[in-house]
């Protein structure tokens, strides 16, 4: 069984093996032993769950079940990574996807499922169709806050990476987002959260 390291952040190693992702938590020196694996286990737990719900909402990988407490095995996404393709793509198109992205996290948020990473990079086209993956900084909220933050993550990663028509790509995004019924709280909500990041700085 070939196993390819794909990725390796700080929580985790992403390794492509036969058609399928496997997401494995590093374990971290630092903590007791078992505390750590107590971590771990949970946090497996809870990302798995919550792309279980996702996956019945939008498009998202589907989760194996699976034994190993500190893996996530679920179906390897091939297609266009949207941090690295969006800008590549004609306006017309570019403004389609940040719309559909924009129906799609309303239906996140309607579920009052948080993503907590919301960047492109987390993004995959395949065809028409845009997956999200990555939810190991997801929970569940009920909280307009939460849902504002999540909006305000991909609108940072829109001026960052898509800066060119970056504006235009945020209103498509809005359009879209319009489906989610609390949508004119959560905006209002977006503009208090923005407001102290400049007070920051």
Known sequence: MKQILIAQGAEAKIILSNGFIIKDRIKKSYRIPELDKKIRKRRTKAEAKLLLKASKTINAPIPKDSKEFDKIKMPFIDGKKLSDHLDNFALTKQKQILKQIGKDVAKL?????????????????????????????????????????????????????????????FNEFIKGYKKFKDVKTVLERLIAVERRGRYKH
Do not use: W
């Open 109 to 169: 948020h309607d579920n009052n499922i948080i993503h907590g990473d919301l960047t492109t990079s987390n993004m995959i086209l395949v065809k028409d169709k845009i997956y999200f993956i990555d939810f190991g900084l997801g929970f569940i909220s009920q909280k307009f806050e939460d849902k504002a933050v999540d909006i305000h993550l991909l609108k940072q990663a829109l001026e960052a990476k898509h800066f060119k028509y970056f504006e235009v790509l």
